[in-house]
């Protein structure tokens, strides 16, 4: 018999006693863990667009296209004025977004940042942006700040 065929009975026997060990809950939660994303050098850890209700009220705003609508959807009412002159030219270019990744939102002082990883074809194939969100007193997050890089 091949020393690999050997090995890999061995194995395959000595796992046995741990899989009889684990609850059926737990044999199937390490069946279909929730998938590792990969890393980005500038941003880190990528996440999964739904890990978290900042995470998702980004994946929201960025599909939608940048309008009057948008602003009273994702930013504070007595901000709006302020941010739609701020971030005008920048938003109008980069909404709707389809092909895009989510960096761990960090949290620091009650605002929590986010760093999105974005693809499009053209003259800069990928680009970044940070949204700074703050919650209201619902616990709602709105977009405070907004910033670009490449």
């Keep these: 018999m091949d020393i690999r065929k050997k090995v890999l009975i061995v194995l ?3 796992s046995l006693p741990m899989l009889n060990a684990a609850s059926v809950g737990t044999q199937l939660s390490l069946a279909f863990r929730t998938p590792l994303f990969p890393s ?3 941003i880190g850890q990528l996440v999964s667009k739904n890990a978290g209700p900042v995470e998702n009220r980004t994946d929201q705003a960025l ?3 940048w309008s009057p609508d948008w602003v009273e959807r994702y930013v504070k009412k007595e901000a709006r004025y302020g941010f739609a002159k701020a971030f005008d030219a920048t938003l109008a270019s980069l909404l ?3 092909s895009f990744f989510l960096s761990q939102a960090k949290e620091n002082e009650g605002i929590t940042t986010i760093t999105v990883r974005i693809e499009q ?3 800069e194939p990928v680009s970044y942006v940070t ?3 703050e919650p209201d ?6 977009i405070v700040a907004v910033s670009k890089f490449k």
């Design 121 to 123: 074809s053209g003259d």
């Design 12 to 14: 395959c026997l000595a």
């Design 40 to 42: 980005d050098p500038k």
């Design 131 to 133: 949204l700074s969100w």
């Design 96 to 98: 709707p977004q389809t």
């Design 63 to 65: 599909r939608e296209q």
């Design 137 to 142: 007193e619902n616990g709602v997050f709105y």
